[in-house]
T-cell receptor, first 112, second 114 residues
């Protein structure tokens, strides 16, 4: 049973618009949630994280929102740029559990 | 430059021929981990290590071995590779392993077992 789900395998967004990537989880014990970005032929790179005690974290064009009651998080990218085209993975971690649980990824395509 | 280095980047081998994928980090990280990435399944953890001589199974450890004799190195060993181990493999390291500081990943090793 997948504890972290990214239900959209791909998403296409116009350059300059907002990209919203979604992630759902089932385990209420997760303490940290992370987003990673992956280009082809490269390893994932850490993008942004959020602790379960917060509901929002911002870093430049990237904002992550956490809705604990719905067990849902989302990554907003504003404005979207061509270099944002990549696969985005959501991952979750518990403080006492030294593992990251990963979603299957969403391929984001930014159209010029 | 802070990095995780994996070798080789690409490997084609035959069923049953033992192989080792090396992983080295230069950040003095305590935590290291191996993942495999398969289409539609995201990243699945194979093994992880909290420190030297401390290793533990992840979600898909069958058919793999690891060792952590030094802090910087964490090789992945396939004693008798099989075609279902054809995958993209990533090594990662982190200060603590809890996810708080994020993980640094290597560039990946694409393994094909025929």
């Amino acid at each position: 049973d997948q504890q972290v789900k990214q239900n959209s395998p791909s998403l296409s967004v116009q350059e300059g618009r907002i990209s919203i990537l979604n992630c759902d989880y089932t385990n209420s014990m997760f303490d940290y949630f992370l987003w990673y970005k992956k280009y082809p032929a490269e390893g994932p790179t850490f993008l942004i994280s959020i602790s379960s005690i917060k509901d929002k974290n911002e870093d430049g064009r990237f904002t992550v929102f956490l809705n604990k009651s719905a067990k849902h998080l989302s990554l907003h990218i504003v404005p979207s740029q061509p270099g944002d085209s990549a696969v985005y993975f959501c991952a979750a971690s518990g403080v006492s559990n030294y593992q990251l649980i990963w979603g299957a990824g969403t391929k984001l395509i930014i159209k010029p | 430059e802070a990095q995780v280095t994996q070798n080789p980047r690409y490997l084609i081998t035959v069923t049953g021929k033992k192989l080792t994928v090396t992983c080295s980090q230069n950040m003095n990280h305590e935590y290291m981990s191996w993942y495999r990435q398969d289409p539609g399944l995201g990243l699945r953890q194979i093994y992880y290590s909290m420190n030297v001589e401390v290793t533990d199974k992840g979600d898909v450890p069958e058919g793999y071995k690891v060792s952590r004799k030094e802090k910087r190195n964490f090789p992945l060993i396939l004693e008798s590779p099989s075609p279902n181990q054809t995958s993209l493999y990533f090594c990662a390291s982190s200060l603590t392993g809890t996810g708080l500081y994020g993980y640094t990943f290597g560039s990946g090793t694409r393994l094909t077992v025929v």
